[in-house]
């Protein structure tokens, strides 16, 4: 995962040495932040303030950076099934939407308390996008499932929508 900053670009890594690295515009790259038990930087988003928010797996967390400082603000429950967050996205009001893998969840995180709630549960197993509508009104989230994937790619695209949405809060 990448996003452009003033200074140049941050970079999410996975497998060895995986966490978050600056790229300035000479391409030095510096390790911004690390967790033990991160094996995947699936997306990052930055917020005010020099936060950083970081989708990762394989535990499936949220975490919220600051001065290269992690904490998680989403964390599952005793038996996860999701193993990744995959993608997010940040409200004008600091709420974060989160897109899971093998369950196909669009969590809705307040950072302030670290509470969550469920917002969508498609029918696919991955949310592969998330995009807050311009008037912040709406989310859209894009889904996938490999295993419903025809091998000689004959199977029709589909626009039907799907899944259980709750209203979401701006």
């Given at each position: 995962s990448m996003v452009r900053t003033r200074s140049g670009l941050l970079v999410g890594t996975g497998g060895k040495g995986a966490g978050i690295y600056g790229v300035d515009r000479k391409g030095q790259a510096e390790l911004v932040w690390s967790d033990k038990d991160v094996k995947f930087v699936w997306d990052i988003i930055?917020?005010?303030g020099g936060k950083i928010y970081a989708g990762t797996g394989p535990k499936a967390q949220v975490f919220e950076i600051t001065a290269g400082k992690g904490v998680a603000i989403y964390t599952p429950g005793a038996k996860p099934k999701n193993k990744n967050i995959l993608c997010l996205a940040r409200t004008k009001s600091g709420l974060i939407y989160a897109g899971t893998d093998e369950m196909g969840l669009v969590l809705e995180i307040d950072p302030k308390d670290k509470s969550s709630r469920a917002i969508l549960d498609a029918k696919e197993k991955e949310i592969a996008?998330?995009?807050l509508d311009p008037t912040g009104d709406g989310l859209y989230a894009?889904?996938?499932d490999a295993s419903k994937a025809n091998k000689d790619g004959k199977v029709a695209p589909s626009a039907a929508k799907t899944g259980r949405a709750e209203p979401a809060k701006a």
């Open positions: 930055e917020a005010p996008a998330i995009v894009a889904t996938s």
